[in-house]
């Protein structure tokens, strides 16, 4: 994940734990696509009694738990026959960037695992485990993040400078600029793991992408986010916070298209796509709910704005935010729809 980038951590009401029950219901709602591919595609060698899991993108739990569950209960479903299984012991590497929450993340780890946790603090986007160390892998709600921000993004000055929080899709200038920079990174991603990955591991990615020919301001994501630009913009012309900083505050977020995505898979060619399924999602599109919006995107956007304008200014924002979902409820019935996805690659 960006290391500019970060959730509300900790356990209270407004944290990223006690708001992401969206993405962690895709996780449950693969759970049977993930028992058959790891059943027929995980191809690894079994003699050693260690097997090795990750998670890049862990965030601060519950969501990671019932993942790192839901594979290990796989593998040891695919391995129930062998003589050796009870041998069988697993270690985990939660990975995420380094301002991530990960005391709370150990704090709440399940008390009943059957593994070993380690927390691996770094970007994803380079390797962060040793080589030819890792059987399986997952990540969920994290290739949507970009390392950086594309120049001129920023500069009110440059043709490219995007006067927006995030890529939008209203500009093709910006949307180009984005897109550039997310497939070097999904590719510096691809390149890391294929470093970490022994011959025949299974790398499980879980997200949401927008169907082919959508753009991003069309969905309810990209209106949500809209909704906090605007209110940003709201408070600088009050003079609560800086524009100067506002102009450079840009998520490095982008949402691709789903054949986009699989193309930049397959030109890497470091994995086999044995999986590319459209998921159909435990809990659906967002619930058009005001408060469920304004808190999902709290918990999820918060920190950012947090960590550069300070905690009353974020508080301010989502008021203003909180208004403006109730306000245009009616647009939001209207969005269009993403595609929530599971991918597996299995390591060439």
Sequence with gaps: MSTTYSMLGGEGPDSYREHSKYQGALVIAAK???NEVI??????????????????????????FNAVQIIIDAVELKYKGESNLKDKEFQVFFNDSSNNDFNTLFKTLP?????????????????????????????????????????G??????????????????????????????????????????????????????????LNGNQFFESVEGMMVDYIGSSLNELAKQGIIDQQKLDAFKLPIYATQA???????????????????????????????????TLAFKASLGGSIA?????????????????????????????????????VLRKN
């Design 32 to 34: 049977e696509n993930i």
């Design 39 to 64: 059943s027929t595609k995980l191809d690894i060698d079994t003699s050693s009694n260690l097997i090795n899991i990750a998670d890049f993108g862990c965030s601060s739990g519950p969501n990671t």
């Design 111 to 151: 008390p009943a695992r059957k593994y070993f946790a380690t927390g691996v603090p770094g970007s994803f986007f380079g390797r962060v485990l040793p080589r030819d160390s890792l059987h399986l892998g997952v990540s969920s709600y994290s290739l949507h993040f970009i390392s950086k921000i594309p120049n």
């Design 153 to 210: 993004i920023k500069d009110r000055n440059s043709s490219a400078w995007n006067e927006e929080i995030h890529c939008s899709g209203s500009s093709e200038v910006v949307e180009k600029l984005y897109f550039e920079q997310y497939k070097n990174d999904v590719g510096g991603f691809l390149n890391a793991r294929a470093q970490e990955f022994v011959s025949g591991g299974l790398l499980l990615l879980l997200g949401s992408c927008r």
């Design 259 to 293: 054949d986009d995505l699989k193309q930049i898979i397959e030109d890497n060619g470091s994995f086999t796509i044995e999986a590319f399924e459209k998921i159909t999602h435990g809990k659906g599109e967002y619930p058009l709910d005001t408060n469920y919006l």
């Design 307 to 343: 960590a550069l304008f300070g905690q009353d200014a974020m508080e301010k924002t989502y008021e203003l935010v909180r208004e403006k979902t109730q306000e245009m409820l009616p647009q939001l019935a209207k969005a269009k729809p993403g595609m929530q996805f599971l991918i």
